[in-house]
């Protein structure tokens, strides 16, 4: 064969194959959204798998029955008792706070990795930029929370 043959024959090839992989792109940009739609799924259920274990027991008091110098199953109840209890029910709050700025961030990381084929890596760095912001606001506010609750109870 003839070396122009060979090279004219090949660019036949390779443009047959670009065209057939540019018309199949929206079927793989529907895949890739399924794929993702399908890692949030999952990660949920793996951020929440704990929290669910957890939920076994819906009361709003621990299992011990004790918060701080409170024993709530005993009725040993003063004064103290709504200060320390709002601190719990604080922490518990910002808890599921965190785990929720937390499944942001683990979206936000498939969202720019799976970006390249369904063309939204700058709404998962967008998403990302305010899950982060957010974690700093919660965080923050907790920590104030936390200062004014402790200056209110004196420890």
Known sequence: ??????????????SETYTSVSQSTPRLQHNSRKMLHRSRIASALFILAP??????NPSLIPSSGTIGSCNFLTGDIHASCVVEYLQYLIGLIFMFIGAFFLLMIIVAGYQIAIGSFTGQK????????????????????????????GALSGT
Not at 1 to 14: C, K, N, Q, Y
Not at 51 to 56: E, F, I, N, P, T
Not at 124 to 144: H, V
């Open 51 to 56: 929290s669910l274990a957890y939920a076994q």
């Open 122 to 149: 700058e709404a998962g760095f967008e998403r990302l930029r305010w899950a982060i912001i957010g974690f700093m606001i919660s965080a923050l506010s907790f920590a104030i929370i936390s200062f004014v609750i």
């Open 1 to 14: 064969m003839e070396r122009g043959t060979i090279d004219h024959s090949f660019r036949a090839v390779t």
